[in-house]
């Protein structure tokens, strides 16, 4: 408590010389009590009026100012801490940052003239057939590439095996195997959104990036530029994902849209598609859209954006943390729990306070990259759960 809080607190209980003082005694009754909890700059004024009030009217200075010297002493203290913790926090991060930068501007001037040369060879193959490019960068690649890797996690979702991926699984017990029917019925869902609304969208898609500008041009952009592009769509997916996800958790729009996605308590990756058509409109397509329309991007960083999209999305879903792979326990905890963990990256659910449950489980400890062969479920066991 400061030197002013004291006064102010003694001069209101009518006993102020013996107290103005003694002005390095913590007092702790009532009337302290509330002022110390009111805001800093209203306990600084009014301890300034009352202090010079005291000198006014005589009493003794030099506790006083003992007291705010001291008092200056540990806000300076404080300051050159912060500034020595702010100021290394970030020297370790600009060097962590070049570091990585410089290795991949490395890989990308070893590899650029290739992806140039590969891009040229693209555009004389389909004979500079704009459309056909930009439908192949923004729909069968990402499709294909969605396709090849839940392929492969559906053998190990229909037959539970092997034992190498299954061990790695969050939910234990679940999904061990998917029952046949239910798997199906996932699958039809999701084809029947990528056939009947993804293509529509994206050839909707193609009139309006050519109105912006040229998404098929000779020239690839720089790596740079992709890797700004990439940071700029992942938060903008992160605002419009969290946000329309949110609405679709408003009862009314629930119970007759996000309830299907929801049906999986458990998730796999394929279920990461599987939803409501309106859904699918809103909340899968349209967020990963606005931002290259925004730019004006490349259809090749747009394939590369739809691409890792979709990825991210059928391991945020795939129900088994895996060594070396961004970690699904976060949305995994969604489907768990309905109310908690609403975004993609964390960054809104932090700031609207959405992931306060799930900070205090054992689940947000295995919230982590893996970099052992050890599952987090056995390293960090849920019968140790604090909640
Ligand atoms: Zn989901
Ligand atoms: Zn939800």
Redesign the pocket.
């Known amino acids: 408590m400061i030197a002013g809080e004291d006064l102010h607190c003694q001069q209101a209980s009518g006993r102020e010389q013996y107290r103005v003082t003694h002005t390095h005694r913590t007092v702790t009754d009532s009337c302290c009590s509330l002022h110390s909890n009111r805001t800093g700059r209203f306990v600084r004024t009014k301890a300034a009026f009352y202090i010079s009030t005291a000198k006014m009217r005589g009493y003794s200075e030099q506790p006083i100012s003992v007291a705010s010297q001291t008092q200056e002493r540990h806000v300076w203290d404080s300051v050159k801490k912060a500034a020595f913790i702010l100021g290394s926090g970030l020297f370790v991060f600009a060097a962590f940052r070049n570091t990585v930068t410089w290795y991949l501007q490395l890989f990308w001037g070893a590899s650029g003239d290739f992806w140039q040369s590969q891009w040229v060879k693209a555009h004389g193959f389909f004979q500079g057939n704009e459309w056909v490019l930009f439908f192949l960068g923004t729909m069968v690649i990402p499709t294909l590439s969605f396709w090849i890797v839940n392929g492969l996690l559906l053998i190990v979702d229909a037959t539970g095996k092997p034992q190498l991926i299954t061990r790695y699984r969050i939910q234990r017990g679940r999904n061990d195997p998917v029952e046949p029917a239910k798997l199906q019925q996932a699958i039809r869902t999701v084809l029947f959104n990528q056939f009947f609304l993804s293509l529509p969208m994206v050839m909707v898609m193609y009139p309006i990036m050519k109105w912006r500008g040229n998404p098929c041009g000779t020239e690839l952009p720089t790596f740079h530029w992709v890797l700004l592009e990439l940071c700029f769509l992942g938060l903008l997916e992160e605002i419009f994902f969290y946000y329309s ?1 949110r609405l ?2 408003h009862p009314v729009l629930y119970k007759y849209i ?1 309830k299907k ?2 049906e999986w308590t458990a998730p796999i990756g394929v279920v990461s598609l599987y939803c409501h058509p309106v859904e699918h409109v809103m909340s899968n397509m349209l967020p990963p859209m606005v931002g290259p329309i925004f730019l004006r991007s490349h259809v090749a960083t747009t394939m590369l954006w739809f691409s890792l999209a979709l990825l991210l999305s059928t391991i945020s879903h795939c129900g088994y943390h895996l060594p070396l792979l961004p970690s699904p326990e976060f949305h995994d905890f ?2 768990l729990k ?1 109310n908690q963990c ?1 975004g993609v990256l964390g960054v809104l659910d932090r700031l609207h306070q959405t992931d306060i449950i799930f900070r205090e489980t054992k689940a947000y400890e295995r919230h982590t990259l893996l970099l052992s062969l050890t599952p987090l479920s056995e390293s960090i066991p849920d019968s140790l759960k604090r909640k």
């Open positions: 996800h679709f958790h996000h996605h929801h969604h489907h309905f609403y």
